[in-house]
């Protein structure tokens, strides 16, 4: 059968690779032939859950149509997320939690997209729906996916179906999930020998919103006046890659993942950005914002951005 390649979307955290391997396990035990790629290096806690449970971070690619003509998405549907030349291959399937933008194509695909915590919550269901036993490190990467996309079950994300598939898959994995999920957030949260650049890269996602082009970035710190320290560097940086990549709006969201708050950096490239922003969060001054409760960019930062530039 002809190879599909599985990945997740750029900047992959431990969802977007924690999921392609699993998904890619499935398929092929379904009958296809597929390999699980990453669209960038394995964060942190990332490669801590790779070496917790045996895996190799799965080799990184920058295209994919010189590989194969077919592929499949976890954790996201945008392009501007995906691979550079995903409109080269066709996308046969789509497993996925966020919202739905900009995504079309010519054929029917199968696309599975549910408002729950975590892609891995959805793999899953979709292993007990089609009868395939979890293999225990398969069971440990998804459990690792689901503890970081939900802050080990804090997030307002969080859903029932998430607290079942993290109890069943921690049980597969043989681990307590609650002493394990805070050594792996706590694995990724040393931000000490990382430049300001490499940060605000490392967790960060491109939105269209209403014809303006936002990017929102995220780190995970224990330690919040400490970073705090670097904030001239970081707005800096974020100022650079702005006016390189004409960024109407760069929204840096600094997460205590102890205490579930949050701190914003931002940096806007006209007024219409910045009335949105704080149409959205309230006002910013020198540059930040307090965010308390706010940890999940997908469901308290996104929405919320996107009805402002409305």
Do not use: W
């Not at 670097?230 to 650079?240: I, P, T, V």
């Amino acid at each position: 059968m002809e190879k599909e390649l599985i990945f997740g979307h750029q900047n992959p955290d431990t969802d977007a690779i924690g999921t392609a391997i699993a998904y890619s396990y499935l398929q092929n035990k379904l009958g296809y032939n597929t390999e699980p790629v990453a669209l960038g290096e394995a964060n942190d806690e990332t490669s801590f859950a790779l070496k917790k449970f045996g895996f190799e971070a799965p080799r990184v690619i920058k295209t994919a149509a010189n590989e194969v003509d077919k592929v499949m998405l976890v954790d996201h549907n945008e392009p501007q997320q995906s691979v550079s030349d995903i409109d080269k291959v066709t996308v046969t399937h789509v497993v996925d939690h966020h919202r739905i933008m900009n995504f079309n194509t010519t054929s029917p695909l199968f696309y599975l997209d549910e408002p729950v915590g975590c892609t891995s919550t959805i793999m899953y269901d979709l292993y007990r729906y089609n009868d395939v036993e979890i293999p225990k490190n398969i069971a440990g990467i998804m459990l690792s996916a689901i503890i970081s996309d939900t802050l080990l079950l804090k997030s307002p994300t969080t859903t029932d179906k998430d607290k079942k598939a993290v109890e069943a898959l921690a049980e597969i994995a043989g681990v307590d999930y609650q002493s394990y999920g805070l050594e792996e957030l706590k694995a990724g949260t040393n931000i000490a020998d990382k430049s300001e650049e490499e940060l605000i890269d490392l967790d960060a996602k491109s939105f269209e919103l209403n014809g303006q082009t936002a990017r929102v970035a995220q780190i995970n710190v224990v330690d919040l006046p400490e970073a705090m320290e670097r904030k001239d560097s970081f707005l800096k940086a974020m100022e650079d890659v702005s006016e390189a990549e004409n960024y109407d709006l760069f929204m840096l969201l600094i997460t205590n993942v102890l205490d579930s708050d949050s701190k914003a950096l931002v940096v806007v490239g006209n007024d219409n950005a910045k009335a949105a922003f704080e149409k959205a969060f309230g006002k910013v001054v020198d540059s930040e914002i307090d965010l308390p409760g706010v940890v999940s960019r997908k469901k308290q930062v996104v929405p919320q951005l996107t009805e402002a530039f409305e």
